[in-house]
């Protein structure tokens, strides 16, 4: 039954991709063609091509579903019209809107054309995997519980941290810090690198169990007791596979673009980069 109608879907695209381009709906002098329903059936049903998803859509919309889409388009036309008509499109802020419509199209499927030459089979994938170990190492990472401190609390109350205190429990009876010990949270694993500013050398730069010095962050201080620790460690390829097909693809992707400086030069003008915006007229 479901073979039938992924058979059927592809008959159906395929009968109507190979019809003449009628002319569907019509806006003063302007038309949709069906070829470009077809286009917006694919592009909203995420066709990858083989024309399977676009047949299917087709399938499931009855006349009124088609004709909403028809009069939703025709009245997308209608309106662009009326905008030209108005010299709205010579407007700087719609000029640089359609301008960049224009190339983020264009860089689309460009991209999509270069790409689809490209190995990212899993024997590529996998090579690239062992050419490149450093890029598949699980981060070192901490797991913690951690008590936002009352706003009593200060650095002086920091300097009686004592080895032997390895639980905020402890820390808190030894201070006479009176909390709701209740509402003690706990983290799963934090990774270093992807932790804020001011807990990465806390975390990181020892290997305690328990109670590290209180860290403020945002004018609150946290009491944190670290409660485990993983080191850093090479990945498998079983758990990398995913990751290292998506990382031969951004690396194809920049040797595309170094490829094509070549031909189009860039330059960024650091020192207008900094001063954006300063320069604005009625600033």
């Not at 009326?82 to 991209?111: C, F, S, T, V």
């Not at 270093?192 to 975390?203: M, N, S, T």
Request: glycine fraction near 6%; charged fraction near 25%.
């Amino acid at each position: 039954m479901i073979r039938a109608a992924l058979i059927l879907c592809a008959l159906v695209f395929a009968s109507l991709a190979g019809a003449a381009d009628r002319e569907v709906v019509r806006v003063g002098d302007e038309t949709i063609s069906e070829a470009d329903m077809l286009f917006m059936i694919s592009s909203s049903a995420g066709d990858s091509g083989d024309g399977m998803r676009t047949g299917l859509a087709l399938v499931q919309m009855g006349m009124r579903e088609r004709t909403e889409m028809a009069g939703q388009m025709a009245n997308e036309l209608m309106y662009a019209e009326a905008a030209r008509a108005a010299g709205l499109h010579k407007n700087p802020d719609a000029e640089r809107m359609l301008r960049w419509q224009e190339i983020r199209a264009l860089a689309g499927i460009y991209l999509a054309e270069i790409s689809a030459s490209w190995d990212l089979s899993d024997t590529a994938a996998k090579k690239y995997y062992e050419g490149h170990p450093d890029e598949f190492v699980q981060a070192e990472a901490v797991k913690m519980r951690y008590l936002a401190l009352p706003p009593s609390f200060s650095e002086a109350s920091a300097k009686s941290l004592s080895p032997d205190l390895t639980t905020i429990e402890s820390y808190a009876a030894r201070c006479g810090i009176s909390v709701d010990l209740s509402v003690i949270s706990q983290s799963d694993w934090m990774e270093k690198g992807l932790v804020r500013a001011e807990f990465e050398a806390p975390f990181f730069s020892k290997d305690r169990i328990g109670i590290i010095e209180p860290i403020k962050s945002e004018g609150v201080y946290y009491l944190i007791e670290i409660t485990e620790r993983r080191p850093p460690r090479q990945m498998s390829w079983e758990k990398s596979s995913t990751e290292a097909k998506q990382r031969l693809q951004r690396y194809l992707l920049v040797l595309e673009a170094e490829k094509l400086k070549s031909r189009y030069p860039v330059s960024i003008d650091e020192r207008a980069l900094a001063e954006l915006g300063a320069a604005q007229p009625g600033k």
